[in-house]
């Protein structure tokens, strides 16, 4: 079986690395970008199983990312990252998959991608 891939959106360099040597340690394939226009180009290129989306980011915030990947790809998997609880009650929350509150434990992401992306 071939390794699920994930798209981390993160404009921290160290949350970046991070999360992606997590997820990597738990067996996917991560692909990264910086901002947004990053995630939406290589998004275009390649087919991921899940896009995991910073929401504070310079330029393009986490939630147009997640409604433009979402035009891209209707059925696209969307985690969107944030360390601001708050944003659970937006109206933009429909352009996520699920919500994910960022810290240095991430237990919790990594169980939602597991949920999502083994839907």
């Known amino acids: ?3 699920k891939k994930i798209l ?3 404009d ?3 949350m970046r690395l991070l999360i992606t040597e997590e997820l990597e340690e738990s067996g996917y394939d991560v692909d990264e970008a910086r901002n947004g226009e990053e ?3 290589k998004f275009r290129e ?4 899940l896009v995991t989306v910073d929401i504070e980011m310079p330029g393009m915030n986490g939630l147009e990312v997640a409604g433009k990947i979402r ?3 209707k059925d696209a998997k969307i985690i969107i990252l944030t360390a601001y609880s708050h944003y659970k009650s937006d109206l933009a929350s429909w352009a996520a998959d ?3 509150v960022k810290s240095s434990d991430l237990t919790e992401l990594k169980d ?3 949920k999502i992306i083994n839907m």
């Open 39 to 41: 995630a939406l180009k």
């Open 98 to 100: 699920a919500y994910v």
């Open 112 to 114: 939602t991608i597991a």
């Open 71 to 73: 035009e891209i790809k």
């Open 8 to 10: 981390v959106v993160e």
């Open 12 to 14: 921290e360099d160290n």
């Open 46 to 49: 390649k087919e991921y199983d």
């Open 1 to 3: 079986m071939s390794k």
